[in-house]
Every structure is written in C-alpha cells, then in structure tokens.
C-alpha cells in the first residue's frame, strides 16, 4: 500500500506532462499519433491483465475494444451523452462482456479460449453490421461536440487517453503487486494446482476478464470522436487482436512495465511506418518484431534485460 | 460416526458410461494413517478427485470435520483443511520455492505476508529444502519435486493431508526419506491418506487400509487383515 501512493503521484505527474504538452501546440499530427500509441498502452495493459497475468490469451480484443466504440455511438445518437459517460459506458458494457467470457474459461482453456473469443469478435462485429441504428456495415459520421474545454478536440482527446492510460497501467501495478496478483501468476502456472492450494481461481479469472475488458472499453469509447467516422471494419480491425498481443509479449508479459515499453515501441514504429513508408506496413512490421522475439527474446525486452544481468 | 474426521457416503461417479466409482463408503478417524490401495484404474485418483474437490458431479455425500462439503469447490475444502499433493508434481514454474509456498500460506491458511515468509522458511527447512528456498523448481531432482509438493501442502496448514503416489519413482532409501518426513507430520496430528503402490511403504506406514477395485471397496482393515484377504490378491493377481 506504501508503494501506491508514489506511483500515483507519478501517474498525475505523466497527466500533468500530458496537458503540459498540449499547451506546447507543436506540430498537431503528434497529437493525432499520440493519441494512437496511448490508446495502445491502454489496450496492451488491459491485455496483460488477463493474459499476461493469468495466461488466457484473448483474441477477442476488437470485440472489446468496438463494444466501447460501439456504445459510444449508440448513447451520442440517442442522447449526445458528455465522453466521460461515454468512456463509463463503454467500459461497463465490455466489463460485462469480459465476465461473460470469464465463465468460458470454466470449460475452455489454451487455445480452444482463444479461438473462442476471436469466434466472438466476428460474431459481434457481424451483429453491429446489421443494426442500422449505429451505422450497420455503411459506418456512421459522428460530429464532435462543438468548443473542446482546452485547444482543439484532438488535443483535448489526447489529454483523455493520457489520463486512461495512467489510470489503466496504475490499475494493472495494483493487480500484479496485490494477492490477486499472485494468485493470478499461481492459476497461470498450474490451474488445478492453485485451486488445491485454496486460490479461488473462478472468481480471481472473472475478476481478470471484467477488469480487462472494462479497460478495453475505455480505450474503445473515444474512439467513435477521434475518427469522427465509425464503421465496423476498422472498429472490428484486427490489428487490435494481433497488438494486444504483440505488443505485451514484446515487452513482457509478466510486469506492468512490459506492456508500456510494447505499446510505446512498436505504436512509435507503426506511425512512423504509416507516415514514412505506407499504412500497410504496419502489420508486417508487428510479424516481423513478433516472431524475432518470440525466437530470441520469449520473455520480452524484460525477460531480456533480467537474462542479461542475470550473467 | 464418532470420532472421524472424512466421512465419504456412497459416492458414485461416472464418466459418460463408465462408472468409475460405484457407492464408495469409508471414513478416516482423526489422526490416523490411512491407505488407500487398488490396481491401476481402480478408481483411487478419482476418489480423491471427489473428496479434494477437483472433481464434481457425483452423487453421495462427504462430510468433513463434521461439515458436508459435498458441494463445496476444491479450494473451499482446502481452506477448511483438506490438502493433497499430486501425483506428478505441478509446482509454481514461475515461482521460487519459498513463493511457492507463499501461495497456500496467503489463500488457505490465510496468514499476513509478514509471518508467511518466516513460516514458508521453515517449512522448507523442516522438509530439507532450505538451501533452495530462492530457486525456481525448474532445477529440482525428482525426490526434491515430491518434496516441494508436501512442503507447498504444508503450507496450506492441513487437518487431513492426502499424498497421492507421493513415492512412484523414488529410491528406497528416497522412500524411506518421504516416508520419515510423513511420520513425523502425523505425530504432529495431521491426519494422512496414502495412495501408494509401494506395499512395503504402505504397509509400514498405515495403521487401516482400504482397497479399491473396479470402483468399489472390496475389502478394509490393518494391513495383516489385507494382506490375508482373499478378495485383494485375486484383485491383484487374479485367480
């Protein structure tokens, strides 16, 4: 409990850095960028809760993701609802997603889990497509609120995701530093064996899965303002699945640190990329970094590090 | 019945058609040393299954330190006081020994960081293993594997500790080493069921034995009454 109250202070720090940044008004497609790789810090340690801390690997992330996106869309067309009870919203109806695929875990693990939640992601995507209400498959514009407290709206929407992702990695510092952060790594080692030594391991699972899929709604509800433009094939993309993932096992998995330095990294590549070279080249270069580490580096830069002091 | 501490009442479990137990009664009176014995595929690790709770579904009744737990899930139980170790050990890969046993102190005996890691410590002492308490398992021999198992079922603070074929593999004088270690856990008043195809361990050890064929109880009592039963060597040996 000591060891919380500096890391939240420097979690308002980085929120601080995060408006003091905007006030700078450089170039306003850093901004733009920026934004991206938060959103991806956010959707890498909300990965990490539930795979990297309790070993499900969730392939489902654009389900949660699209569901934040998605209830964002339906409450601005039904009410124009102010973005914080967008990004409350949208969390609580991933939060419910993810207990639902909690119970999953009770009959399904290993890859038949994860090809379960990919097999749900199309299943929803396939769902949003037919409610014309949102869009359907046409997409739906989305007119951002007029007058941003502070700057222009994709500064203020920067300054937003600062704030999710230090919300989002102080969370998950909690969770791996508390018991259910040992008792998550115990079900990850050996499921039966933990529950033989009294760890409650539905519940810890549930509590991963609905922590992990709140955040990922977080970072999903603004999505629909910062695109202005909200269709099921981009809200859906896979990218997202293939970057939780990637960027976490880049990092490491088994620290809240791993998923930062992964999300930071290969974020900070892929705009580069998309700026320099072409927007496709994203994807191929996550392959390219992803099977290099899982070749040489299996427990990510962290692992790395840790190996090489180690000697 | 008075005096016992497990009582497992008619318990029978199936696997689709198969009924691997077929109505299953006995009971372990507190402070005893129990054997359960029986030829592969008897049903001995389904028992256990059904008392830690690993296993559900079945019909019958278990009662426990004068509970029913039949509902209860496994790690219920074991806070309540039933550990077992496993058959073929699963440790806590990524875990030092002395986390490994931090698992069990903080969820089932429920015991404060603080005194958990003097505790872990001299469990791991008290089992030998001391030395390695800031190692991962990875690097363990197997006698030293079996050895965490009890060290981490320890830990879990036992009332009835069930060791699953914690001996297959082991050297004799490894035998005679485990079997040391069990003695002395139950002259501190734990209670112990022993699953074991070494005779010669289980007959020292146990003071009752029950023997499992094709899922049913098909004879109990001190091992020279087993030893003696018709029944048993013709489900051993056959006719």
Redesign the interface.
């Given at each position: 409990m000591a060891r919380t109250v500096p890391a939240l202070i420097v979690g308002l720090l980085v929120v601080a850095a995060g408006i003091g940044l905007v006030t700078l008004r450089v170039n306003p497609y850093l901004y733009f960028a920026g934004y991206v790789i938060l959103q991806y810090v956010v959707i890498a340690t909300a990965w990490n809760i539930l795979g990297g801390y309790a070993g499900y690997v969730n392939f489902g992330t654009p389900a949660f993701f699209a569901m934040g996106a998605y209830t964002s869309v339906f409450l601005i067309q039904s009410t124009r609802a102010p973005l914080p009870v967008l990004i409350l919203a949208g969390g609580l109806v991933s939060a419910l997603l993810g207990l639902g695929i909690g119970y999953l875990t009770l009959r399904l693990r290993g890859v038949f889990f994860s090809i379960a939640t990919l097999a749900l992601s199309i299943v929803l995507q396939t769902m949003i497509m037919n409610w014309e209400y949102v869009g359907g498959s046409r997409g739906l514009s989305v007119i951002r609120p007029s007058g941003p407290p502070f700057g222009n709206y994709v500064m203020f929407l920067f300054t937003v995701m600062v704030t999710l992702a230090v919300i989002a990695v102080v969370t998950a510092r909690f969770i791996e530093r508390s018991?259910v952060g040992?008792?998550l790594?115990?079900l990850?080692?050996?499921e039966?064996?933990?529950?033989?030594?009294?760890?409650?391991?539905?519940r810890l699972k549930l509590f991963a899965t609905t922590i992990s899929g709140f955040l990922l709604g977080v970072a999903g509800a603004p999505f629909p303002y910062y695109v202005t433009f909200v269709e099921p094939n981009s809200a859906f993309n896979l990218d997202y699945a293939v970057n939780a993932l990637a960027m976490p096992m880049i990092g490491g998995t088994?620290s809240w640190v791993g998923p930062v330095i992964g999300a930071v990294l290969l974020g900070s590549a892929q705009q580069l990329a998309t700026v320099t070279i072409s927007s496709e080249m994203n994807l191929f270069i996550v392959g390219i970094v992803l099977v290099a580490f899982v070749v040489l580096a299996p427990e990510g830069l962290l692992g790395l590090v840790r190996r090489l002091r180690g000697r | 019945m008075a005096g016992a501490l497990l009582e497992v009442q008619g318990i029978v479990k199936r696997f689709g058609g198969f009924t691997a137990l077929n109505g299953v009664t006995l009971h372990v009176k507190a402070g005893e040393r129990f054997g359960l014995i029986g030829p592969n595929g008897s049903g001995k690790t389904t028992l256990i299954n059904c008392i830690s709770g690993a296993l559900a579904g079945y019909a019958g009744r278990i009662v426990f330190d004068g509970g029913d737990i039949t509902t209860l899930p496994a790690h219920r139980r074991t806070r309540l006081g039933i550990v077992r170790s496993f058959q073929i050990p699963k440790p806590f890969t990524s875990m030092t020994l002395q986390e490994n046993l931090d698992i069990p102190l903080e969820y089932a005996a429920r015991e404060r960081s603080r005194d958990a890691a003097a505790d872990a410590a001299a469990i791991l002492d008290s089992i030998g293993l001391g030395a390695k308490a800031h190692l991962k398992p990875a690097g363990l021999t197997q006698i030293e594997m079996r050895k965490l198992e009890l060290a981490r079922a320890l830990a879990a603070r036992p009332k009835l500790l069930i060791s699953d074929e914690a001996m297959a593999g082991l050297s004799s004088a490894e035998v005679d080493d485990i079997l040391a270690i069990l003695f002395r856990l139950n002259e501190q008043g734990i209670t112990i069921i022993m699953i074991e195809h070494i005779m010669r361990a289980v007959m020292r050890f146990c003071e009752r034995i029950a023997v499992l064929d094709a899922g049913q109880l098909i004879a109990e009592g001190t091992p020279e009454e087993i030893v003696r039963n018709h029944a048993v060597e013709k489900a051993y040996l056959g006719e």
């Open positions: 018991w040992r008792g790594a115990a990850r080692d050996n039966e064996a933990a529950e033989c030594m009294g760890v409650p391991t539905l088994t | -």
